[in-house]
T-cell receptor, first 113, second 110 residues
Framework: DADVTQTPRNRITKTGKRIMLECSQT?????MYWYRQDPGLGLRLIYY???????NKGEISDGYSVSRQAQAKFSLSLESAIPNQTALYFC????????????FGPGTRLLVL | GQNIDQPTEMTATEGAIVQINCTYQ??????LFWYQQHAGEAPTFLSY????GLEEKGRFSSFLSRSKGYSYLLLKELQMKDSASYLC???????????FGPGTRLSVLP
């Protein structure tokens, strides 16, 4: 079984709709991250959380919100989706310390019409 | 500010050697990661450097110069399956933030 899972894997929605992307991990890591990836722009950090009671904004948090329901679960919400939020979204986890790499989920491909 | 720069695309021939460069400017520094990402898939870890010098791991090696804000990934004996994007990421102090470069798309030709 995969260590980091994301649901759904693909999603098409309409402008103005609220949607939630979910991430679960079995690695026992404290740190979880949400990124979006657009062609030519690399991975950009949306939000990150270092434990259940810790939520931090990343580079591009506007239009997004998150919830850390448990150590293993970190959800990303788009309150009112817009077309420029069409992207590939990745969840990632890491353990404490800078030497620990991030482990990525398989990604969610979102299309906002 | 924080900035990571890498070439957008590179092309190389099967069996050859290719070097992918990365320059970075970050507020605080606690290491440099390289990831491989095949199209539509998740990035996967390749290497980590925190001290100056070369780290070798099979066909892949990574080099870091902290004073120059520079790293490179060296791929030897290229194979077709090495066609992918290669992401450079710098970590700030305490590993609080990973800053990713735009990625270098490598095409390996027969």
């Amino acid at each position: 079984d995969a260590d980091v899972t994301q649901t759904p894997r693909n999603r098409i929605t309409k402008t103005g709709k609220r949607i939630m992307l979910e991430c679960s991990q079995t690695k026992g890591h404290d740190r979880m991250y949400w990124y979006r990836q657009d062609p030519g722009l690399g991975l950009r950090l949306i939000y990150y959380s270092f434990d259940v009671k810790d939520i931090n904004k990343g580079e591009i948090s506007d239009g997004y919100s998150v919830s850390r329901q448990a150590q293993a679960k970190f959800s990303l919400s788009l309150e009112s989706a817009i077309p420029n939020q069409t992207a590939l979204y990745f969840c990632a986890t890491s353990d404490l310390g800078g030497a620990e790499t991030q482990y990525f989920g398989p990604g969610t491909r979102l299309l906002v019409l | 500010g924080q900035n990571i720069d890498q070439p957008t695309e590179m092309t190389a021939t099967e069996g050859a050697i290719v070097q992918i460069n990365c320059t970075y400017q970050t507020s605080g520094f606690n290491g440099l990661f390289w990831y491989q990402q095949h199209a539509g898939e998740a990035p996967t870890f390749l290497s980590y450097n925190v001290l100056d010098g070369l780290e070798e791991k099979g066909r892949f090696s990574s080099f870091l110069s902290r004073s120059k804000g520079y790293s490179y990934l060296l791929l030897k004996e290229l194979q077709m399956k090495d066609s992918a994007s290669y992401l450079c990421a710098a970590v700030d102090n305490y590993g609080q933030n990973f800053v990713f470069g735009p990625g270098t798309r490598l095409s390996v030709l027969p």
